[in-house]
């Protein structure tokens, strides 16, 4: 059974950091693409960033270029999104997702096999 669990959510203050990782289970992690996806309260899940399988392609929304980066450890089926410079409007639940058949552009559009429960980021000023 495949699982993916985020960790690293919580509180922090306007221009403070996070780092959240999402540990995957039941896969052969490195034929996926990843990626971290949010939603805020009252709107959309939205494309934060992707990878792709071997980290030579990354991807990320506007709205985070510059402040966050995705990673990944294939070794611990592991992928990670440091948060820097946080704002208010980065308070959201944060989605890890995994796709085996689309690479990190596809992914882009939450194309995804898999999903984990998310994690909760809030910022506060």
């Known amino acids: 059974q495949v699982q993916l669990v985020e960790s690293g959510g919580g509180a922090v203050q306007v221009g403070g950091s996070l780092r959240l990782s999402c540990a995957a289970s039941g896969l052969t992690f490195s034929n996926y693409a990843m990626g971290w996806f949010r939603q805020a309260p009252g709107k959309a899940r939205e494309f934060v960033a992707t990878i792709s399988r071997s980290s030579g392609t990354i991807y990320y929304s506007d709205s985070v270029k510059g402040r966050f980066t995705i990673s990944r450890d294939n070794a611990k089926s592991t992928v990670y999104l440091q948060m820097n410079i946080l704002k208010p409007e980065d308070t959201a639940v944060y989605y890890c997702?995994?796709?085996?058949?689309?690479?990190?552009?596809?992914?882009?559009?939450?194309?995804?096999?898999?999903w984990g429960r998310g994690t909760l980021v809030t910022v506060s000023s």
């Open positions: 997702a995994a796709s085996l058949t689309r690479g990190a552009a596809e992914l882009k559009r939450a194309a995804a096999e898999y």
